[in-house]
């Protein structure tokens, strides 16, 4: 059998750690379709290579979730990390925030990692606090090497449902604290001459969703948003690239079970839903799993790549031609 063989059906029969390490040893950094359809796709257990020795990594929404893992995989490849989140529940949003217990366990678990962590606890539409953050960052690790613009909610309903102050906090904070991030980031990062910026869409920024109008609004607005950026940010060497997420298993998915099934608001009845619309054969992503892209665009290995927008979608955008 040979080992460049990423067949699907080929892999069902290899024993697991044969298949994992066939699919994720090449150390590309992006998860192969045939990973995921294995169900091996996630990467929290192994050693991750240590070739962010010394960078920075500041993380908007980082207490817990995609950004958590993301700040945890980044740190396990040596960088120091800064988690800037609001780490209280927002007036207008229905489900909860992470806490400052969140915080503190998500500082321990980074510096387990033997990187230093500095929490911060700010809102993402406050742009002197945003920027001030990122000024700590660097009198505190000398440099700013890479943004997470990670912040994010989401509040679903009918569109002639949804209340003006759902509205409004869903879109403040999903653009304006995307673009008061970036425009905090960016000054430091053309001084320094390079960085790079990596902003989360979702699946729901490429196709649309009657359920989560506005989300999927502010999610197709940051693509835009990240886009520009990336022209306007090239000539200094820095990049800032996208990535659109299907359903990953955080609380912030979790909170939408009624809204898969209302006869059934578990997270099993959410996995079989999407079972059963995934093209391949997986439910939902772990946020590990987004934690692998955003370190591919982050390190070197995605050092020319800007202006992408990556879709983390089981082949759901396959039949796409946008
Ligand atoms: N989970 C998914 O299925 C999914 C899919 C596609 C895209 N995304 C996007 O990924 C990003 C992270 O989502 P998640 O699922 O990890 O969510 P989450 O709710 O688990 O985590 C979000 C974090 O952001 C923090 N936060 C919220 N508002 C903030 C603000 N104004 N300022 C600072 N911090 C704030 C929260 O406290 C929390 O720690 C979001 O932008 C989301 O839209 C998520």
């Known amino acids: ?104 366990a998500a500082k321990a678990q980074i510096e387990a990692h033997g990187v230093q962590c500095m929490t911060i606890q700010g809102d993402v539409r406050n742009r002197v606090a945003t920027a001030n953050a990122m000024q700590q960052a660097m009198s505190a690790y000398g440099s700013l090497d890479h943004v997470l613009v990670n912040a994010g909610i989401t509040q679903a309903g009918p569109i002639d449902a949804l209340g003006d102050d759902s509205v409004q906090t869903v879109v403040d904070i999903n653009i304006v604290g995307a673009t008061r991030t970036i425009q905090s980031a960016v000054p430091i990062m053309r001084e320094q001459k390079s960085g790079s910026i990596v902003v989360l869409s979702s699946i729901l920024g490429r196709r649309p969703n009657e359920w989560y109008s506005v989300y999927s609004a502010t999610k197709w607005a940051v693509i835009g948003l990240a886009k520009s950026t ?21 609380p912030l998915a979790r909170s939408l079970a009624h809204m898969f099934n209302p006869d059934n608001p578990t997270w099993e009845a959410v996995e079989e839903v999407m079972r059963s619309v995934n093209p391949l054969p997986v439910a939902v992503f772990q946020p590990e799993d987004v934690a692998q892209l955003v370190k591919f665009f982050a390190s070197d290995a995605g050092k020319h790549i800007s202006g992408e927008v990556f879709n983390l979608d089981a082949g759901a955008l396959a039949a796409s031609t946008v």
């Open 1 to 104: 059998m040979s080992d460049v063989d990423t067949n699907d059906r080929t892999i069902e029969h290899r024993p697991d750690a044969m298949r994992r390490s066939v699919l994720l040893g090449a150390g590309a950094g992006v998860i192969s379709a045939a990973a995921i359809a294995a169900g091996t796709a996630s990467a929290a257990d192994g050693p991750a290579m240590r070739d962010m020795e010394g960078k920075t990594a500041f993380i908007t929404g980082g207490a817990r979730g995609i950004g958590l893992a993301s700040a945890d995989l980044l740190a396990r490849s040596g960088a120091n990390i800064v988690i800037y989140d609001v780490a209280r529940n927002l007036e207008h949003v229905d489900y909860d925030m992470a806490t400052e217990e969140d915080m503190s």
């Open 230 to 250: 990336a022209l306007a940010v090239a000539p200094d060497g820095v990049t800032c690239n996208v990535i659109c997420p299907t359903l990953v298993d955080t």
